[in-house]
């Protein structure tokens, strides 16, 4: 019987705290757009990043592993 006395004040604490977060995400317009996660998933990533420059015929292209330090350099005067 004790134990009910801790119980129901307890229980009414987390329901007050449920609804204070079902609210909260209400009113921050949590279920606004509920197919938008659905969607995402099917959506194609490559479709929306815009194609990588072309380098010239002939040209290297340069990236952080074909470049050399500044302080070697075998062409030093």
Same mark, same amino acid.
């Given at each position: 019987m004790n134990i009910l006395l801790f @119980?129901?004040? +307890?229980? %009414?604490v @987390? %329901? @007050?705290v449920a609804i204070w977060?079902? *609210?909260?995400? +209400?009113r921050k317009g949590q279920f606004e757009n509920l197919d938008a996660a659905?969607? &995402?998933? %099917? *959506?194609?990533?490559s479709a929306d990043q815009p194609p990588a420059a072309a380098t010239p015929? /002939?040209?290297? #292209?340069?990236?952080?592993?074909? *470049?050399? #330090?500044? /302080? &070697? *350099?075998?062409d030093a005067d």
């Amino acid at each position: 019987m004790n134990i009910l006395l801790f @119980l129901i004040p +307890v229980s %009414l604490v @987390l %329901l @007050l705290v449920a609804i204070w977060a079902f *609210r909260w995400a +209400v009113r921050k317009g949590q279920f606004e757009n509920l197919d938008a996660a659905a969607i &995402d998933i %099917l *959506r194609d990533d490559s479709a929306d990043q815009p194609p990588a420059a072309a380098t010239p015929a /002939g040209a290297m #292209p340069t990236n952080e592993s074909t *470049r050399r #330090p500044q /302080g &070697d *350099r075998t062409d030093a005067d």
